[in-house]
């Protein structure tokens, strides 16, 4: 029996479960102080744990094959999430039928893709049928809540380690998050300023969506968003999430954390068996990790620890990838799937302390 005051909800995936595309499921389903996430829709992977099938690791988070079996076996489900994050924020057409299924289970649907919800009439209507909301978290702030940048960051004084990679989907908030609770469990103040969907429908507090924002905007708000937290939290380190990566060239993204947003530190992600961006090849090789080192130092940074995403990877070849990183760079190279990422904490205890003096 339960005793969170969260909402239950469901994470929908429809055949996607597996897919780098799935990454707001796989968020959700390490952990969201914002929802308790009770089951996943996908009848691709129907009958198995969803933590099973995304890290090996079992959630006691059932997949059903339909929203129907989910309603007979878990009760109170307020909220349906959509779990995937696709190219260009499509949503697919055939989740379309299982999220009117959901509205007529009585639950809100919560949407992070660039395709609103709201602006489709039948299930607006739909949802005012039965008295739930549509909400579409990407969608664009009011201009006149909007934030142009002032220089209020270079007051910060706690250090702000930006968590970049050298592609998408590479776990950037999956570190990020974990390194997070990794300084509270060592009793430092992290907090932890969001620029995804998935970071605010994991509970974050500090943030905004980076790429739903005005462009002229997008630098006031990323420091409105870490001076605000830093004054109401007074927090020992300020950890930010990076979207997409320095050289993607369908997203280039990065800079703007390293230049208006004054993270002279970086963690930087980086795939060893990933060849090209987003596994496309007419978009282009990615960049070693030691290129991206240097041009992350040009902007006046440093990288003070490689994480790394072992997609394709047996667990020897992980560590052989982690040994030779350290020797090539000569910095802490985490595993944070395998091992954790408790190796990064004296790193950031002595830039607090160097901070403090």
């Known amino acids: 029996m339960t005793t969170s005051n969260k909402p239950k909800a469901i994470v929908l995936t429809d055949g996607m479960l597996k897919d780098s595309d799935a990454k707001t499921a796989h968020g959700l389903i390490r952990g969201t102080e914002r929802f308790e996430i009770v089951a996943v829709i996908d009848s691709a992977h129907a009958g198995k744990d969803a933590g099973e099938i995304i890290d090996g690791k079992h959630r006691d988070i059932p997949v059903f094959a339909n929203v129907e079996t989910a309603v007979e076996t878990i009760q109170d489900i307020r909220c349906c999430i959509t779990g995937i994050a696709t190219i260009g924020g499509i949503l697919p057409p055939h989740f379309i039928p299982i999220i009117e299924s959901c509205i007529q289970q009585k639950m809100s649907i919560v949407n992070g893709l660039h395709e609103f919800l709201t602006n489709m009439p039948g299930l607006v209507h739909l949802a005012a049928l039965h008295s739930v ?176 995403n072992t997609e394709h990877c047996t667990g020897e070849e992980a560590l052989q990838f982690q040994q030779q990183y350290e020797m090539e760079l000569q910095i802490p190279v985490l595993l944070p799937l395998q091992q954790g990422v408790e190796k990064i904490i004296p790193v950031i205890k002595e830039l607090i302390a160097a901070k403090a003096k």
């Open 133 to 308: 909301e549509l909400i579409d978290v990407r969608k664009p702030k009011n201009k006149k809540d909007l934030h142009f940048w002032t220089g209020e960051i270079y007051k910060v004084t706690a250090p702000i380690i930006a968590v970049i990679g050298t592609d998408c989907a590479l776990g950037k908030r999956t570190t990020c998050r974990m390194v997070r609770q990794a300084c509270e469990e060592a009793g430092i103040n992290a907090q932890m300023i969001y620029t995804g969907q998935t970071g605010w429908l994991q509970g974050g507090k500090y943030g905004f969506i980076f790429d739903s924002t005005l462009n002229d905007f997008i630098s006031g708000e990323l420091e409105h968003a870490i001076v605000n937290c830093r004054e109401e939290t007074n927090a020992d380190v300020l950890l930010v999430e990076g979207q997409s990566a320095l050289r993607n060239p369908s997203g280039p993204c990065g800079a703007e954390l390293l230049v208006s947003g004054n993270a002279k530190h970086v963690i930087l992600v980086h795939a060893p068996k990933r060849k090209y961006y987003e596994h496309i090849e007419a978009w282009g090789e990615i960049p070693s990790a030691a290129t991206e080192i240097q041009l992350i130092k040009m902007y006046g940074s440093k990288v003070i620890a490689l994480a790394l």
